[in-house]
């Protein structure tokens, strides 16, 4: 990692322009959702089913598919935790796939009935019971989700459950103590910025583990100032995503 100063510099001058709007991102991929009201069961459900399905694939048009999904009368009850477990999985497979909010006829579907099962377990199906009951602690939240990965797949990873937590305060109306335990969601475009940057090295980006460091070496950088890792993850995503246009980080 290069001088923590100099990195400060260079993301001052990204953090302007994203403040700007000069980096794009007047549409974000969550704003395709149904306006359901802050703080509703609902809306914590809406921005939790899909994002374990957010893998590898164009979150625009997998939030648009979630947004047709609970649209359509037919397919809403896939966002019910509850009815999701009395469904037969080909009754869930059919509402997933027709607007492809999942994608892997199998895979997606186990993905998605495994956490209503755990909601519906362990928490009423209900979202904001599994925060209330870790305190809305973002640590605890972490460490209960990295606990029970099996009852959570995939939204446990390290780039998942960390843009869950910020999507969930930004659009679901989630309040969290200890929200500087909400690291960078370290995807494809975290980790360009974050080498762009000075952050890690250019060779650390082919590290087995290059997740797991960004989020450390962004949690380095930040200690002790006034913005949380997770406050600069949309900055970087649309720098990256726009080509590293509009901002010259050069001294």
């Not at 290059?210 to 970087?236: M, T």
Request: aromatic share 10%.
């Amino acid at each position: 990692m290069q001088n923590k100063k100099e990195i400060l510099a260079r993301l001052a001058k990204v953090l302007e322009a994203h403040k700007q709007g000069l980096l794009g991102g007047e549409i974000m991929p969550e704003d395709a959702n149904p306006a359901l009201p802050q703080g509703s069961a609902e809306s914590y459900l809406y921005f939790t089913l899909p994002m374990a399905l957010n893998y590898q694939r164009n979150s625009y048009t997998l939030w648009d598919a979630a947004n047709k999904t609970y649209a359509d009368d037919k397919c809403v009850d896939a966002f019910n935790p509850f009815a999701v477990c009395k469904m037969s999985d080909d009754e869930l497979r059919e509402k997933l796939l027709k607007y492809k909010t999942a994608l892997q006829p199998n895979m997606h579907i186990k993905i998605w009935k495994t956490i209503c099962q755990s909601l519906v377990n362990d928490f009423n199906g209900d979202v904001r019971e599994l925060f209330s009951k870790n305190d809305n602690d973002v640590a605890q939240i972490k460490e209960y989700i990295n606990k029970n990965k099996k009852g959570f797949p995939y939204l446990a990873g390290i780039k998942l459950v960390n843009y869950w937590l910020c999507v969930m305060e930004e659009y679901a109306g989630a309040v969290f103590k200890n929200r500087q335990c909400i690291s960078v969601a370290p995807d494809t475009h975290i980790i360009k910025a974050s080498a762009k940057l000075g952050v890690i090295d250019e060779q650390d980006m082919e590290r087995v583990d290059v997740r797991e460091y960004v989020s450390v070496r962004w949690e380095d950088v930040l200690k002790g100032e006034s913005i949380h890792p997770i406050d600069v993850h949309s900055p970087l995503w649309l720098w990256s995503r726009s080509g590293w246009q509009a901002v010259d980080i050069r001294p």
